[in-house]
Nanobody, 116 residues
Framework: QVHLVESGGGLVQPGGSLRLSCAAS????????MGWYRQAPGKERELVAR???????NYPDSVKGRFTISRDNAKNTLYLQMNSLKPEDTAVYFC??????????WGQGTQVTVSS
């Protein structure tokens, strides 16, 4: 059975940083494209960051230069370092995995709230 478990969310002030983690089990982690999505209240789920099996990364313009995705295949763990956080980054952040494209498996999500 596949499990993706996110952690590291919380409340942070604007300009602050958070590091999200996603622990994967039940899959051969190194074979999967991994990514982070987020969903704010009343909005559609949007891609935040993606990393391929060869560690190629891509980001939307809204987070480029502020967020960094990385993976540790030895630990079966995905990370998202988020710096210079803004109130508009407030959302539930989801970890996802896919063999070809993202979305085969999803975590339950972790809340990130950016507020003073």
């Amino acid at each position: 059975q596949v499990h993706l478990v996110e952690s590291g969310g919380g409340l942070v002030q604007p300009g602050g940083s958070l590091r999200l983690s996603c622990a994967a089990s039940g899959i051969r982690f190194s074979n999967y494209v991994m990514g982070w999505y987020r969903q704010a209240p009343g909005k559609e789920r949007e891609l935040v960051a993606r990393i391929t099996t060869t560690r190629f990364t891509n980001y939307p313009d809204s987070v480029k230069g502020r967020f960094t995705i990385s993976r540790d295949n030895a630990k079966n763990t995905l990370y998202l370092q988020m710096n210079s956080l803004k109130p508009e980054d407030t959302a539930v952040y989801f970890c996802t995995a896919g063999l070809i494209t993202l979305g085969d498996y999803w975590g339950q999500g972790t809340q990130v709230t950016v507020s003073s």
